[in-house]
């Protein structure tokens, strides 16, 4: 038996992408198909990266860290949201079909406008720390409890991919649903010392159908977040704290 009969074949993909342009409204969107071979340890934006080099320099996608830090590469892959870098090929057949995340403006092809969504979001729910202390850029901060930081920090390791966004049935339905990402904001907030609002103040920017009670409970944002943050249990309790405040 020879050395080349022994080596492993080289798997053929075949990647159908929804190309679409909104500043061509004339032209339909439509799935092309690219081929490549696949390469040892290949993930999606490895292979996407590929196809513009090679094959169509036209291609729209995001990207940034390579490491599933900055969000950027989010998108529909096989109708499930993921994020590109983090995704190997081999975890996938053969025939991968990849869109742009929906409920996000779309820029072109797989790149969607999540940074305009997440501002909105945040401005709506007032997401920073508000204190009546001057801040002081030379004074180090009050230290806190180990534990204490541990349970914030578990929250703040939220990218704002967008795929819980796009996973959620009510954000597909309520354009102004806050969704998993800005739950997990306030519920990260009402953690924090250093914010002086009061947890009736913070669980009334969400004490309604755009926030928490709108939430069906299908359990999507958990289930697809890349980063593994207990959402739904985040989501449980704001909802307990606010029917205890009469919030409802």
């Known amino acids: 038996m020879t ?92 025939l991968i079909t990849l869109a742009p995340l929906p409920g996000f403006e779309l820029i072109g092809d797989l790149s969607v406008n999540t940074g305009k969504w997440m501002r909105g979001m945040s401005e709506r729910l007032e997401s920073w720390i508000h204190s009546s202390e001057e801040v002081d850029p030379c004074r180090l901060e009050t230290p806190m409890e180990p534990e204490l930081a541990e349970q914030i920090y578990e929250l703040e390791r939220c990218i704002e991919c967008g795929c819980c966004i796009a996973g959620c049935g009510t954000a597909q339905m309520r354009s102004d649903f806050a969704g998993a990402v800005g739950l997990n904001q306030i519920a990260r907030f009402r953690l924090d010392p ?55």
């Open 3 to 94: 050395a080349a009969s022994q080596s492993p074949s080289v798997r053929r993909l075949t990647l159908q992408i929804l190309r679409c342009d909104p500043q061509q409204p004339e032209a339909a969107a439509r799935l092309q198909p690219f081929q490549l071979d696949e390469a040892p340890g290949m993930t999606l934006y490895l292979a996407l990266n590929e196809i513009r080099d090679t094959q169509d320099p036209s291609l729209q996608f995001d990207f940034v860290c390579r490491a599933g830090i900055c969000g950027s590469c989010g998108m529909m892959i096989n109708g499930r949201p993921g994020l590109a870098c983090r995704t190997l090929t081999a975890n996938l057949p053969s």
């Open 194 to 248: 250093r914010d002086e609002r009061s947890d009736d103040e913070l669980y009334r920017l969400v004490g309604d159908d755009d926030g928490v009670f709108g939430c069906m409970t299908l359990l999507g944002c958990q289930d697809l977040c890349p980063k593994s943050l207990p959402l739904q249990t985040q989501i449980a309790y704001l909802r307990r704290k606010m029917a205890a405040l009469g919030i409802t």
